[in-house]
Nanobody, 123 residues
Framework: QVQLVESGGGLVQAGGSLRLSCTASGRTFSNYTMGWFRQAPGKDREFLAVINWSGGSYYADSVKGRFTISRDNDKHTVFLQMNTLEGEDTAVYYC?????????????????WGQGTQVTVSS
C-alpha cells in the first residue's frame, strides 16, 4: 500500500509560479511511475505529466513548456513546478503512483491517488 500526500497548493496571481510536492509512503517509491493530474469544477480529470523510475517524462500539450515534473527518490517525493500560471489552471491537483508505463500512466492507469491540493489562480 502506498499513501500519497500533496502539498504546495494555494492562491497565486496570474503569471506566477507554484511548486507542488507529493510525498509517498512505502519502501519501493523508486519503482513507481508518478503522475500529476488535475480536476477543475465541472470538468473531467485532466492528465498533466508523468515521470518514471529513471526520470523519463511525458507531458500533456496543454502544459508542455510551462510545467516540469521531477522526482527525488531519496525523499520519496515527486514535484510539479508550475510557471506562468493562468486562470484556466485553477483546479484540484492530484498526484498518483503505480507500476505502469508512461503511456498507461498518462491515461490514469495508476493504483494510488492522493487527496489533492487546491490551486487557485487569480486574474
Amino acid at each position: 500500500q502506498v499513501q500519497l500526500v500533496e502539498s504546495g497548493g494555494g492562491l497565486v496571481q496570474a503569471g506566477g509560479s507554484l511548486r507542488l510536492s507529493c510525498t509517498a509512503s512505502g519502501r519501493t517509491f523508486s519503482n513507481y511511475t508518478m503522475g500529476w493530474f488535475r480536476q477543475a469544477p465541472g470538468k473531467d480529470r485532466e492528465f498533466l505529466a508523468v515521470i518514471n523510475w529513471s526520470g523519463g517524462s511525458y507531458y500533456a500539450d496543454s502544459v508542455k513548456g510551462r510545467f516540469t515534473i521531477s522526482r527525488d527518490n531519496d525523499k520519496h517525493t515527486v514535484f510539479l513546478q508550475m510557471n506562468t500560471l493562468e486562470g484556466e489552471d485553477t483546479a484540484v491537483y492530484y498526484c498518483a503512483a503505480g507500476l505502469a508505463t508512461l503511456g498507461l500512466a498518462a491515461r490514469g492507469r495508476l493504483d494510488y491517488w492522493g487527496q489533492g491540493t487546491q490551486v487557485t489562480v487569480s486574474s
